[in-house]
């Protein structure tokens, strides 16, 4: 180290060492920065920085060596070999490229490897520059130093590209230290391997030209280096510049520039770990209404530039500890983070007042409302999903009830609601999966017992709740708009299972008035017909008085279509609703059903047998036959008998089961007398 240190002050223009060490430490910094473009990129890319990478560190490491040995003085002549001199520049470029690539990669020690095959390309670099150096006496080297200096070149550049595989916010400044030291170590210790015996003294390279040819060297190095480097920042500029616009496209809705969902939720988990100073927190669901009236009557176009004005007027209301979100579609969402629970209550009341002014628009002038859902942190809920499902339950509990007012959540009554979108988005995966099964109750024709066809009704048995039953699961599926497919799915199954049955019996299906109003309703029947063999005459559809009264010419066309096709059509229910009479004259039925309703009361109310009497009556007199449903007593058959219903159906002749009932026990039923019926139910 001692000689080092004399062989660098007594052999060396100090003022050309210092700036040979300048050149290594912006050349090192240089280098470091352009190896973190050769990790981030890949591919061609990659192979580019590593070029670059290489050039600008082979220049580096050769104008350190250059530089430096223009500032060794000796009183014999010196001379430089061009093309030797040439050939270290190229050397130590040449191995640098392999260095950077191996040192790229990922493994625990492939940037110790890659730097160790950089620092011999260094080691390579001097020694070969050394060759060009001509001095005219006796060049002799201590083994010993020249070994040294290998060494500590490898080792020092194997720690610095092994530190660059760090994460540490330091890791950038230690790897510029140790390649600047290692280049520097290596030269130093080099020359001090090497001693000159002078032979003649005379004229080689001047002190002036070479202090002039260092100068030049460290101008020209700068400048290569500098762009290399330049170039290293702009394309890491660009990146971190592309990676903020995708982080703002990830994060924020692209219509309305507001938090997105995931932004939101993101935001919403953030406040639960560090409070934000505030005392109470709360999540705020806002769903517009009337809002789709703006995008029917003056198209989306209309509908985008309403969000747009809504979101920037919610914008600008809000106030520190305020965040507003755009989930989707019309739906927002905000939490509030207060101190007193009257911040929030006048965060309410600022949303509200954002939708009492319309909006106003080149084209059109809308106004619109929204239905708002609070649930509070911690009282409601411990994290970001339990939080806003919360809200999201208060919100459509104020949508039900056509509130404008803010809606806080309860639980009694949101978990009700909760339980029946449950069930809704349970009921949409049986669908998917057809898990419904259907059941038939037979239908017999009155005195002969002989059975007349079955009606299909649609059974859930659902995974974790058992049989669920259809007084629940229907209405649920006429308000979420899935009782079309719902009614699909019946129509076909009935079809494809009554077409494999031993015998012809006619099948039922009831018709829902949301599938009668449905205009493809024709083209159902006729592919469900086609695709399971069943003739038409076979197949009888049945539907309620309300099904026609609500689009009454439609509806008729409807069932006139269908009954040309040879389908049957029975009024369902008949004498509940409001306009019978009306709608029987208006439209041939094949048969009419007496609602049960009637039947259960027939032994005790003189007044609805008088009813059973005249729609029996009124059915012979329009060609009509009458079913009396819900007969589960043998009082009640006999009844319906004597007062001249033409068949039945109910619990006494057969139950919905997937099995056909048996004819002849049917029949067998039918025949006996009120009491013998009682005496062979109760011994069955």
Known sequence: MMRVALCIAREHDLRLVALALLVCLIGSA??????????ASAGASRAGWVILAAVSAGTMVWATHFVAMMAFRTSAPVVLDPLTTLASLLAVMGLAGPGLAIAARPGRWCGAIGGAVIGAGV????????????????????????????????????????????SARAAGVHAVALLSLAVATLHFTGMAAMQITVLRLGDGLSNLTMGALAVTTTVATCIIVGCAAISALIDGHTQSESYRRLRQMAMHDGLTDLPNRTSFIAELEQRFLIHGGYACMAVVMLDLSRFKVVNDTYGHQAGDQLLVALAARLAAQLEPGELIARLGGDEFAAVVSYDDADDLARFLDRVRTAFDAPFVFERFTASIGANIGVALAVHDGFDADALLAKADLAMYRAKSAHSTKPCFYDAQMDDAVRERRELVADLRKALDGAAFELHYQVQAAIPSGEITGYEALIRWPHQTRGMVPPALFIPLAEKSGDIV????????????EAALWPNRYPVAVNLSPVHLADPRLIETVRAALADSGLPPERLSLELTESAIIHDRRFALAQLKALKEMGIGIALDDFGVGYSSLDVLRSFPFDRIKLDASFVAEIEHDDQAVSILRSVAALGVTLNMPVLAEGVEEAAQLAIVMREGCSAIQGYLIGK??????????????????PREIVAGAGGG
């Open 656 to 673: 919905p089961s997937r099995a056909l009932a048996d004819p002849a026990q049917v029949r067998r039923t039918m025949s006996l007398k």
């Open 485 to 496: 497919p719902l009614s699909i799915w019946i129509l076909r199954q009935a079809c494809f």
């Open 30 to 39: 240089a280098s470091v920065q352009l190896f973190s473009r050769v990790r």
């Open 123 to 166: 080691a390579v670099m001097h020694y070969v520059g050394m060759a060009a150096y001509r001095v005219d006496g006796i060049v002799t080297w201590d083994w010993r130093y020249v070994a040294a200096s290998v060494v500590l070149s490898c080792a020092l550049t194997a720690g610095a590209f092994h530190r660059l595989t760090s």
